[in-house]
T-cell receptor, first 114, second 117 residues
């Protein structure tokens, strides 16, 4: 069974530029999550999708972050414009349903904002 | 308020010995889930073990067991017979089982485990 795929693995940009991350969850998983992991901390949820609808985006900085999940499969997370404090690893995860007893994580995208 | 507390920034254990990583959590909801993940230096989050709040028995997965003490709100991870490959960051997490935040995982700050020969 293929795992959660993410790209790119690494990205370096300058502040005020825009960047986009892509995630392909495990086939058949209805729920998709984006987490931000700042160095030295645990991951923090940014947004959660159930199929192609947003069910939890209360921790997403909506002035600069946006995300979509077209057709309930792949998802894209965008930052525009980026700030220095956005430097982090962005992790995508998926699960069969929201209350499932396992969330599978992708390898993450390490973003550096200069 | 912090929902997950991991008080051990770093732990050291000799190969083949057992080690306990501490985790306490805070919630007033009766229904929740508890997770442990391993994050090697390569960065991926590897699922280790899950415990539901209504599960009567402690969860076990191979060398991993979760010491679930509901009244004390603790969910410690026990790794038996440590191996060099166990060296990694370990995160405790709690899943929210209510309302709009259903499914959200709250993570602790992690414990860096080092296994020495």
């Amino acid at each position: 069974e293929a795992g959660v795929a993410q790209s790119p693995r690494y990205k370096i940009i300058e502040k005020r530029q825009s960047v986009a991350f892509w995630c392909n969850p495990i086939s058949g998983h209805a729920t998709l999550y984006w987490y931000q992991q700042i160095l030295g901390q645990g991951p923090k949820l940014l947004i959660q999708f159930q199929n192609n609808g947003v069910v939890d985006d209360s921790q997403l900085p909506k002035d600069r972050f946006s995300a979509e999940r077209l057709k309930g499969v792949d998802s894209t997370l965008k930052i525009q414009p980026a700030k220095l404090e956005d430097s982090a690893v962005y992790l995508c995860a998926s699960s069969l349903v929201r209350q499932y007893n396992e969330q599978f994580f992708g390898p993450g995208t390490r973003l550096t904002v200069l | 308020a912090q929902k997950i507390t991991q008080t051990q920034p770093g732990m050291f254990v000799q190969e083949k010995e057992a080690v306990t990583l501490d985790c306490t959590y805070d919630t007033s909801d009766p229904s929740y889930g508890l997770f442990w993940y391993k994050q090697p230096s390569s960065g991926e989050m590897i699922f280790l073990i899950y415990q539901g709040s209504y599960d009567q028995q402690n969860a076990t997965e191979g060398r991993y067991s979760l010491n679930f003490q509901k009244a004390r709100k603790s969910a410690n991870l026990v790794i038996s017979a440590s191996q060099l490959g166990d060296s990694a960051m370990y995160f405790c997490a709690m899943r929210d089982d209510r309302g709009s935040t259903l499914g959200r995982l709250y993570f602790g700050r992690g414990t860096q485990l080092t296994v020495w020969p």
